[in-house]
């Protein structure tokens, strides 16, 4: 289907690149003459160097194993908190997106149509200039809030905002939205955190819902699940799939799509109505207590069973069991839960379990609401304050929008404006690691978004989707290449640091965001010298060598400090099971049920999820994550299959409302009747990815735009399809 | 058999997600082309009528066995039992007969047609990463199981511990540790929530296969040797009777014409 590359093909070319990089300097690469130095080298250029993986955004610390000047190995680093010696397969395949034979090496000027793929090479100095150029162009005629930034959560991205904010725009689109806006909005009303950390060491009894966290693999947040799993501790999961965290689950309720809401609210009703909370800690700390169990009252467990489809002797149970478990019980947040317009009220109902169970008490409880203030210790670059920006927002926060938090955003509804050009039209896209076709809803309305603009600029790895339609490809080293910022975690801040030399001309972010402000007169935001400078700069005030942080992997933090008191950065200072932040905004202050859409006659839920051996829409193309996937296919029920007249391996075309697809049917048990499920991130469009294209389908292409009013989250789940035989 | 002192492998069916950082893991570490591997999943998968559904999967490699099948079929000594465990191949001995894919019950050790035209290095199966484990480092796909399914030591531990997880677990576990007396013992011991058979795995009796196989073998040379003799007895008998018979025949024609 696709062809494949043999490791000792790819080591051959790669011996010719390092053979390149060799002759054309006398002296010994940089890297690796830091690395001997160092000691982690030794004079034939073998040994370990420690960093940190990108495969996700995880980020657990790796050991790269290298031998004459080329990673040939990665191991989990057992002194990283979030691998502890692990490395799951996209961790361990890392290698393969630096060495991947389509690569982009060198800065692409595009010559052909937009989306054709007809590009020239440039130099840095060429795509640089022309880059600066446009952006200043677009600027002088309609104004910074013309140019759109777009990046995905990274470590370099403090200076990808510095470049957004001094250039004067507003307009910033993340992922935010199309994945945790839903659970961080929820958790920062209700406890005033982003994001509560959980804690497996005493947990009893745990609850996910569409949290498929052993496909969905945090490395060690996955294992340590799997440890409370094996020592006894039960899990109760929901979702419309039987995923294989369903398979090691105590309980799996295939619950109707969208419904999860309902069912914890029932929980909630058996709780409160039966006096089964932990009273203590709800009166001191909790808002709402008084009136919680009368709000909650319409929400029995058999209201929730004609919903959910559920049993109500089954809600019942399960909610004396959670209760029973008390401080060891933990309602997990998850990343989207059922990805419904109604995910918002699914998060505050699950935020409110886990202060019912009170084990949000202190670090240690199983939820922990009571973040340290990570990264305290380590020097801050001087920068003057960013250019005050008067433009609205085009994606709508907070003017319409008025709860999305600004570093959030909603990038759905930033490409609608791109489109309608209200309440302004936007000329220019500046896009770091993201790949906005793939990853936003609606795949065809975000290539029309694209073709409204003047001028796109791409900085990637590889020619993805978003790189084959812009205008420019700024070519960026891998993670395995380039230094990023350090990652404080804890009590140390871990470094990602070059293990091999960047190939080709690629370049670290932090060195082509420095060289794209200097060439807009923005120069005094990025004021390092270069990478090694700006961690250098963050070291200064622990009074720790560069040296001694590249060799050892991290550096030590001082000590937190923490006072024991236990406080909620809420408007309260308490947890806001009512909130009048919510009422003053015109939504319920409670946790609320709101009725979901349904599919039609016909019609079934589309459902999306990850599978472990590939990271959203970036990895399809790492050639050892491709030789371990399973073929992606449309699940469906036999029965469904059956009263279709459709078998398994038969192609079928998927409908939605937005656009339609071919894939080959997977008939198999472990879904509803009622739904469908694809595998996110195939379908790719840019032939520049020859391992990728052509295999299965995109759900982008069918996903339809929907945008949660409270929290701004895509409801990505509530795409209804209908399918046949192709 | 227990007193089977060396390295082995314990593979826990109840905690594997089937994510395959194993599989890529070895496939790195070992350099494995694009398009071949030395680790698989095998099972039944996904069981049941939805919802009432359960899941049966493993990945297994060579289960370096303690009696190698492959080794006592192999006519030229390409395989050797190392005394810590490692059932190793040796790519310059091998003619490419196949005998030892014929004979693995498991069906590990597999043709590697590329390989083999050109480097004479005819088949590929699991090494237990001798490069690491002679350093103290697990096997690769071990290293980073995320889930701990996967486990390395020493074989007479890793048996203890199974036993224990049974037993703290009767209603989790099957009563057996496949591998601790199948086909004579092996390095790859394996705990499991449904039947073995639903994983792939074949049943077999505890002596080693080869046990049976090597003692037939060992009277090749008896029976060849006692064959012979009695066919050659019976041929010198058969000459002599015939010899005798047509003496007498040409005695008795000889009268006749004298007649």
Not at chain 1, 60 to 81: D, F, S
Not at chain 1, 446 to 453: D, G, L, R, V
Not at chain 1, 519 to 527: E, H, S, V
Not at chain 2, 181 to 192: A, K, Q, R
Request: aromatic share 8%; net charge negative; glycine share 8%.
């Amino acid at each position: 289907m696709t062809s494949t590359v043999s490791r000792r093909d790819f080591l051959k070319m790669g011996a010719a690149s390092a053979a390149a990089i060799t002759l054309g300097t006398m002296l010994p690469p940089k890297v690796a003459q830091a690395a001997r130095q160092a000691g982690q080298l030794n004079a034939e250029g073998d040994g370990y160097i420690s960093s940190m993986c990108e495969m996700c955004v995880w980020r657990c610390g790796l050991i790269a194993k290298i031998k004459e000047g080329r990673v040939v190995k990665l191991e989990g680093n057992p002194e990283h908190p979030h691998s502890k010696g692990k490395l799951c397969p996209r961790g361990q395949s890392g290698l393969m997106n630096t060495y991947d034979p389509d690569r982009v090496l060198t800065p692409l000027i595009r010559v052909g149509k937009r989306g054709e793929g007809l590009f020239r090479k440039a130099s840095w100095e060429e795509a640089l200039d022309l880059v600066a150029s446009k952006m200043q162009g677009i600027k002088d005629q309609y104004g910074p809030e013309a140019m759109v930034f777009s990046s995905t959560h990274n470590l370099s991205q403090p200076l990808f905002e510095n470049l957004l904010y001094a250039f004067g725009s507003p307009n910033y689109g993340t992922q935010r939205s199309l994945c945790f806006n839903a659970m961080i909005t929820a958790f920062l009303l209700t406890y005033g955190i982003e994001e509560p950390s959980r804690n497996y060491e005493n947990v009893e009894y745990i609850l996910m819902v569409g949290r498929n966290m052993m496909e969905a693999i945090s490395t060690s947040e996955t294992s340590e699940l799997s440890h409370a799993i094996d020592r006894g501790a039960k899990l109760v999961y929901l979702d419309p799939r039987y995923t294989k965290t369903a398979s090691k689950a105590t309980e799996w309720i295939p619950i109707r799509p969208g419904t999860d809401s309902a069912f914890l609210l029932a929980m909630i009703n058996v709780i409160t109505t039966n006096k089964l909370a932990d009273c203590d800690f709800v009166k001191k700390y909790v808002v709402g207590c008084d009136d919680i169990q009368e709000e909650m009252s319409k929400y029995t467990p058999a209201w929730a069973e004609q919903i959910t489809g559920v049993p109500a002797d089954t809600i019942e149970r399960i909610a004396r069991e959670y209760a029973a478990a008390a401080h060891n019980a933990m309602a997990h947040p998850g990343w989207r839960t059922s990805n419904f317009i109604n995910s918002f009220q699914t998060e505050r109902a699950i935020a409110t379990l886990n202060a019912l169970s009170g084990n949000v008490l202190k670090l240690g409880g199983c939820l922990s609401a009571e973040v340290a203030a990570e990264g305290a210790g380590l020097g801050v670059l001087n920068q003057p304050p960013y250019p005050r920006i008067s433009a609205l927002r085009l994606d709508g926060t907070p003017w319409k929008y008025p709860l999305v938090p600004l570093k959030l955003g909603v990038f759905q509804e930033l490409r609608d404006a791109i489109v309608s050009g209200d309440p302004y039209q936007a000329h220019g896209w500046f896009i770091s690691r993201q790949n906005p076709i793939m990853s936003l809803p609606d795949r065809g309305k975000t290539i029309e978004a694209f073709s409204k603009m003047e001028f796109i600029v791409t900085v990637d790895i590889i020619m993805n989707d978003t790189a084959w339609y812009s205008d420019v490809v700024l070519p960026e080293a891998s993670y395995l290449e380039r230094y990023d910022p350090l990652l404080p975690v804890g009590d140390k801040a871990f470094i990602r640091q070059p293990v091999i030399e960047p190939q080709g001309d690629a370049r670290s972010a932090l060195w082509i965001y420095k060289q794209l402000g200097e060439r807009l007169g923005l120069g005094d935001y990025f004021q390092y010298e270069d990478e090694e400078d700006y961690i250098k700069q963050q070291l200064a005030p622990l009074g720790v060598s560069l040296e001694e942080v590249k060799s050892k992997g991290y550096a030590e933090l001082p000590e937190s400090k923490t006072n024991g008191q236990i406080t909620f950065n809420t408007a309260s200072g308490k947890i806001e099971v009512y909130s009048e932040t919510l009422k003053n905004a015109g939504f319920s202050p409670w946790p609320t049920w709101e009725e979901p859409a349904m599919p039609g006659e016909n019609e079934f839920y589309l459902l999306t999820g990850k599978v472990a051996q590939q990271t959203q829409f970036g990895t399809q193309n790492n050639q050892l994550l491709h030789k371990y996937s399973d073929e992606p296919r449309l699940w469906m029920n036999p029965k469904s299959a059956r009263d279709l007249g459709l078998s398994d391996g038969n192609w079928v075309e998927v409908t939605s409302q937005v656009g339609n697809a071919h894939v080959v049917l997977l008939v198999t048990e472990a879904i509803r009747p009622d739904c469908v499920y694809m595998v996110p991130g195939y379908g790719h469009l840019s032939k520049g990815l020859k391992t990728a294209f052509g295999v299965g389908a995109s759900d982008s292409a069918l996903h339809l735009t929907y945008t949660d009013p409270i929290s701004g989250s895509q409801a990505l789940s509530q795409t209804f399809v209908t399918v046949k035989k192709a | 058999m227990t007193e089977i002192k060396h390295k082995a492998f314990i593979f826990d069916a109840t905690r594997c997600i089937d994510c395959r950082a194993c599989m890529v893991a070895c496939s790195v570490e070992n350099q494995i082309p694009m398009n071949k591997t030395r680790i698989w999943v095998s099972g039944l998968g996904i069981m049941g009528q939805f919802p009432d559904l359960d899941r049966a999967s493993i990945v297994y490699h060579c289960m370096h066995c303690n009696e190698p099948d492959c080794l006592s079929a192999c006519p030229v000594g390409s395989y050797t039992k190392r005394p810590d465990g490692p059932v190793i191949y040796d790519p310059d001995k091998c003619i490419g007969c196949r005998y030892c894919m014929n004979a693995c019950p498991f069906s590990v050790p597999h043709f590697d047609y590329d390989k083999g035209l050109v480097e004479c290095a005819f088949i590929d199966k699991c090494t237990m990463c001798p490069q690491r484990i002679d350093v103290g480092l697990a096997p690769a796909c071990v290293a980073t199981c995320p889930t701990d399914a996967l486990e390395f030591g020493e074989r007479e531990e890793l048996l203890t511990k199974a036993h224990e997880r049974i037993k703290t677990h009767p209603d989790r576990y099957i009563d057996h540790v496949y591998g601790e007396f199948e086909n004579g013992g092996t390095s790859y011991l394996i705990l499991s929530h449904v039947p073995f058979s639903q994983l792939g795995l074949p049943e077999l009796p505890e002596s080693p296969i080869n046990e049976t196989s090597e003692e037939i073998m060992g009277m090749t040379i008896p029976i060849a040797l006692g064959w012979g003799a009695l066919l050659s007895g019976v041929a010198v008998g058969v000459n002599l009777y015939n010899n005798n018979k047509e003496k007498h025949n040409s005695t008795d024609a000889k009268a006749e014409a004298d007649k």
